[in-house]
T-cell receptor
């Protein structure tokens, strides 16, 4: 596999729930990313962390809250989501920054009811 | 704004034939170009990349061609195999920004 794991693989939640997505990379990389993948849309970069500091936040609604406690782990905390937030959420890591090859996890398929 | 587009959302080829997937981009300042492959149930997987100082790069059974004049990028897969069936994405970058295309779904017929 790619060295990037994501849990859970599938998640169904109501609009009032709070849940978290977890990503872990075993590649010794310094940058981690959250992407949203929706049908018929390009991959959307949500957040970028480099050396555990958030370096990019692409106008993502505050109902998505990332956390990077160390260079190997990345979380995406979800609360009061909307049905249009249903998508595949992909985590990726790379050596230093976005110009380096990114290694993706398998994604979490999120359904918001 | 910047955009990356693909000419065909789907492509169907016979096993053993060569496949060509095309991508167009809008920003002439783009300086790196990447192809990813995404199989069902998996995340995108890096295939090959090319920098703007090159116009061709070859890997194992894959070749990427870059035409900066017309802002066009292509991925060629030689002797396409059933295992090549996937969605192929191009991503185009400059500085610290990476723009993704929509993806071309490649189906390989036996």
């Amino acid at each position: 596999e790619t060295g990037v794991t994501q849990t859970p693989r599938h998640l169904v939640m109501g609009m009032t729930n709070k849940k978290s997505l977890k990503c872990e990379q075993h590649l010794g990389h310094n940058a981690m990313y959250w992407y949203k993948q929706s049908a018929k849309k390009p991959l959307e970069l949500m957040f970028v962390y480099s050396l555990e500091e958030r370096v990019e936040n692409n106008s993502v609604p505050s109902r998505f809250s990332p956390e990077c406690p160390n260079s190997s782990h990345l979380f995406l905390h979800l609360h009061t989501l909307q049905p249009e937030d249903s998508a595949l959420y992909l985590c990726a890591s790379s050596q230093v920054d976005i110009r380096d090859t990114q290694y993706f996890g398998p994604g979490t398929r999120l359904t918001v009811l | 704004g910047e955009s990356v587009g693909l000419h065909l959302p789907t492509l169907s080829v016979q096993e053993g034939d060569n496949s060509i997937i095309n991508c167009a981009y809008s920003n002439s300042a783009s300086d790196y170009f990447i192809w990813y492959k995404q199989e069902s149930g998996k995340g995108p997987q890096f295939i090959i990349d090319i920098r703007s100082n090159m116009d061709k790069r070859q890997g194992q059974r894959v070749t990427v061609l870059l035409n900066k004049t017309v802002k066009h990028l292509s991925l060629q897969i030689a002797a396409t195999q059933p295992g090549d069936s996937a969605v192929y994405f191009c991503a185009v970058g400059n500085n610290r920004k990476l723009i993704w295309g929509l993806g071309t779904s490649l189906a390989v017929n036996p």
